[in-house]
């Protein structure tokens, strides 16, 4: 099953990255939620077809609550999707990501989608008072009643991670009656077995490594849907990356913040700084996206058309440390120059 390169979609993501201002100061975490949104806002304007923007509660990232700045987004763009990437449901409660994502729904005219996931850092359940040892049960637990949810219909549920509901109407109720809604997966045939059984679109978070070893999981979400009764939709992907005018731009603005982030993140979880030769071996053979537009389409059409999947998100900011401007030039070159690219390759059978 593949999607014809006219109906692929493609979307950007970010954390709220905390640029520079082209006088190179920093950004305060303010003005970086406000470049978010002109960002945006550009991505509307040249034909980009989804925002999603990641959930995060530390100092990196500015954006903790994405329904906030995707509101603000809504009334400044009029056709992009808008959605989150991730909510961390685990650490929420499901009633009320549900009612903040219908009501996002309704104020950008349908508009709104939401990716749920366990997220790739834990400081919430900390935060919100929840034990890292429930770990996996907060998660099935919430992700159940949040399908249930979905009906916009009357719920009755009982678990051990929140307090049980019986026929509980949930408001507001969407327009269509249909919240598009994805599970972020990083891997685990488990989760893709889970999405599949709930009736989820699979999003796979592609973030190093050759993306070809993803198929498997894609062949899995599509045999699942089978076996379960429920809709084998286009499969998503997103990974890192950015682009310039050319390779060595590209790669010049891009290493110092995402070296500063790896390493930052390194240093939490016990891995060795990153070297430039492990950057220079992603960006040739891994899932870095980090280049001249045609470079980076031609590596986006390889992985698109390897996977076969209906949707290529684009996470533009890995680290800040760059200037906005350069921010900027990359969603332009991404709308105006590489995704009619991708299209064209795949539509002439040039996705290697």
């Not at 599970?183 to 999405?195: A, M, Q």
């Not at 993803?214 to 997103?238: C, I, N, S, W």
């Not at 760059?322 to 995704?339: C, F, K, N």
């Amino acid at each position: 099953m593949t999607t014809p390169a006219a109906d692929l979609q493609f979307g950007i993501e970010t954390f709220g990255d905390l640029a520079l201002h082209d006088s190179g100061e920093p950004m305060s975490h303010a003005a970086a939620l406000r470049q978010v949104v002109d960002e945006a806002a550009l991505a509307d304007q040249i034909g980009i077809n989804a925002v999603g923007l990641g959930e995060h509660h530390r100092a990196d990232f500015a954006i903790s609550s994405p329904e906030m700045v995707l509101a603000a987004i809504a009334s400044r763009t009029q056709h992009v999707s808008l959605g989150s990437a991730v909510t961390v449901l685990s650490s929420d409660d499901p009633v009320r990501v549900f009612q903040r994502f219908a009501t996002l729904d309704a104020v950008s005219d349908g508009r709104a989608e939401v990716i749920l996931g366990r997220g790739s850092f834990t400081e919430s359940f900390p935060l919100f008072g929840y034990d890292l040892k429930d770990y996996e049960v907060l998660f099935e637990e919430k992700l159940d009643l949040f399908a249930q949810l979905l009906t916009e219909k009357p719920v009755t549920w009982s678990g051990t991670t929140r307090a049980s509901l019986h026929d509980a109407d949930v408001y507001p109720k969407t327009d269509s009656g249909a919240l598009k809604t994805w599970v972020g997966v990083g891997g685990s045939p488990e989760s893709v077995l889970r999405t599949a059984r709930h009736g989820f679109r699979l999003m796979l978070a592609i973030i190093g490594g050759d993306p070809g070893r993803f198929a498997p999981y894609v062949d899995l979400y599509r045999r699942a849907t089978e076996k379960f009764g429920t809709t084998a939709y286009p499969v998503g992907m997103h990974s890192h990356g950015f682009i310039a005018a050319t390779d060595e731009e590209a790669k010049e603005l891009y290493y110092p913040g995402y070296k500063a982030m790896m390493d930052r993140i390194g240093g939490e979880r016990g891995w060795g700084p990153m070297s430039r030769a492990q950057f220079e071996n992603e960006v040739a053979h891994g899932s870095l996206y980090v280049g001249s537009p045609d470079t980076v389409a031609a590596k986006m059409a390889a992985a698109i058309g390897g996977l076969g999947v209906g949707r290529f998100d684009f996470v533009y900011t890995g680290g800040g440390a760059m200037p906005a401007s350069a921010r900027m030039r990359a969603v332009e070159l991404l709308g105006t120059e590489v995704i009619p690219q991708v299209r064209d390759r795949l539509a002439s059978g040039e996705s290697a």
